[in-house]
């Protein structure tokens, strides 16, 4: 992935389909490459997380937009003050959380043409907006968790990985859902390079944990993602929260500590979801969960600050 980085920093636009079942590392490999990406100030990453509650796929990018780093939105921000009208009057139409971007700029509305025009003018006015963001320093984007296959995202894509750019596309996807796309005649899977992600191996997966924490710290965590149901990636990613918040502490001569005896690990699959929301950086993701009808994990993760 960082060869792909590489590349498309080279003005060799990059796709990446990234294929595995849930707890394979998706999501954890995307958000590595964005973290580096984001060392460099001058560097984009909007991450869009699919299904949130926007169908549309540029619904995604919107909110993907208003939710840049800082150090992005005064770039998005003074593109957004110099695009021609009717490019702007477009992006207005579908991406309208854009308008706060430029407060002072008047709207105009252009009439509504047929459907195939109309989607033709949608993708080359978002896409052009994207160019633009690259040609600052490079962009990064991630569709995490893509559900459905959609042609005019083909199109966007295809857009976005032609000719020379410094753009990085990496789609994660489970297996159902990334033969669907490429089952869309015109979503033109060629351009994404797929990587295939073996699920962990759950006894490994223990054997890895018990030998760098030891036993006395394993087996609980272990015990009790076992009872919830949680995959061995969770049990990793918890390890790694954990390890974050200094709660779990390396004492030489004693090995691995819990930083208090007493520290509640999650009994529910509600109180799961709650700790791995406080440490996410995507708000979406709790977003989306919660529009499910998760009242549980809502209630958890407003019992620990995370909502």
Do not use: F, N
Not at 49 to 74: F, S, V
Not at 141 to 165: N, P, S, T
Not at 273 to 283: D, K, S, V
Not at 292 to 298: F, I, N, P, T, W
């Amino acid at each position: 992935m960082q060869e792909l980085w590489r590349a498309a920093l080279a003005g060799r636009p990059q796709g990446l389909l990234s294929v595995g079942p849930p707890g394979a590392g998706k999501t954890r490999l995307a958000e590595e490459l964005a973290r580096q990406a984001l060392l460099r100030a001058q560097h984009t990453v909007l991450w869009c997380a699919a299904g949130e509650g926007q169908p549309e796929w540029w619904g995604m990018i919107g909110r993907a937009l208003t939710r840049a780093a800082a150090e992005a939105r005064p770039v998005v921000a003074r593109i957004c003050a110099e695009l021609d009208p009717l490019g702007w009057a477009v992006l207005c139409r579908y991406l309208p959380d854009l308008r706060q971007l430029a407060p002072g700029r008047p709207e105009v509305t252009p009439p509504l043409l047929a459907p195939a025009g109309e989607s033709a003018r949608r993708v080359e006015a978002i896409c052009r907006l994207l160019d633009q963001i690259a040609a600052h320093g490079g962009l990064l984007l991630v569709i995490d968790g893509l559900d459905r296959a959609d042609a005019e995202l083909g199109a966007a894509l295809a857009w976005l990985l032609e000719g020379r750019r410094r753009v990085a596309v990496v789609v994660t996807a489970q297996p159902g859902e990334a033969e669907a796309l490429a089952a869309a005649g015109d979503a033109r899977p060629a351009m994404l390079r797929r990587m295939e992600l073996d699920p962990l191996d759950a006894e490994q997966t223990a054997a890895l944990l018990t030998a760098a924490l030891g036993p006395a710290i394993a087996a609980p965590l272990l015990g009790r993602l076992a009872q919830i149901g949680g995959t061995p990636g969770v049990a990793l990613s918890l390890l790694r929260d954990l390890l974050h918040d200094e709660a779990l502490r390396y004492e030489p001569g004693v090995g691995w500590q819990l930083g208090s005896a007493d520290l509640p690990l999650p009994a529910t699959s509600a109180e799961l979801l709650a700790a791995r929301l406080a440490h996410t950086h995507q708000l979406a993701v709790a977003e989306a969960w919660c529009r499910l009808g998760l009242a549980d994990a809502l209630d958890a993760a407003e019992a620990c600050g995370a909502a």
